[in-house]
Structure formats: C-alpha cells, structure tokens
Nanobody, 125 residues
Framework: QVQLVESGGGLVQAGGSLRLACAASGRTFSNYAMGWFRQAPGKEREFVGGISWTGPSTNYANSVKGRFTISRDNAKNTVYLQMNSLKPEDTAVYYC??????????????????WGQGTQVTVSS
C-alpha cells in the first residue's frame, strides 16, 4: 500500500517562505518521479512542479518558477517543496503525488496514481 504524507503547511505573510515535505512509503521511492499540485477554493487542481526519478531534472509551472524549488532525498523517501516569496494567490491545499510509471520525469501531463491527503498553505497579504 503506497502512502504519501505531506507536512509543513501553515499560515505565512506575503513574502515569506515555507517548506513542504512529502514522505512516501510502500513503493521503491527512488524509481518514481514525484509531482506537487495545488487546489485553491473554487478552482481546479493545478500542477505546481515535478522532479524526475533521479532528481536532477525538475520542471515548474510558470506561476511559481523562480520562487519554488523541488528536491528529493531518496535515502529518506521524501520530496520537498521550498516556497519563497509567497503571494496571497499561492493560498491553496498542496498535494504531492507519485508518477504511475517508473523512471519518469514528473511532467505536468504525466499520469499520477497515488496522492497525499494535502496540506493547507495560507498566505496573508
């Protein structure tokens, strides 16, 4: 049984930073790309960024590029989302997900099959 557990969300002022973590279990973590998504109230879920199974390759949504950074620690089965220069429009529930196929790149249109429960990020103005 694959489980993903996010942590690190909270309330922060605009311009501040947060680091989210997603701990994975139940699958050989290092074989799978990971993605981060978010969903704001009344909006569809959107891709935030992804990281390849090996780690060096990352990609981001234009709205977060230059402010957010994804990394992974395969020894800890954990993927991170460092969020800097946060804006009120970043307010959402953030989810991590694991790509369905092995050895992927964590692209926006990849198929993701397991999801975490989400963590709330609220950015006040």
């Amino acid at each position: 049984q694959v489980q993903l557990v996010e942590s690190g969300g909270g309330l922060v002022q605009a311009g501040g930073s947060l680091r989210l973590a997603c701990a994975a279990s139940g699958r050989t973590f290092s074989n799978y790309a990971m993605g981060w998504f978010r969903q704001a109230p009344g909006k569809e879920r959107e891709f935030v960024g992804g990281i390849s199974w090996t780690g060096p390759s990352t990609n981001y949504a234009n709205s977060v590029k230059g402010r957010f950074t994804i990394s992974r620690d395969n020894a800890k089965n954990t993927v991170y989302l460092q969020m800097n220069s946060l804006k009120p429009e970043d307010t959402a529930v953030y989810y991590c997900a694991t790509e369905k196929a092995m050895y992927g790149l964590g692209l926006p249109r990849s198929a993701y099959d397991y999801w975490g429960q989400g963590t709330q990020v609220t950015v006040s103005s």
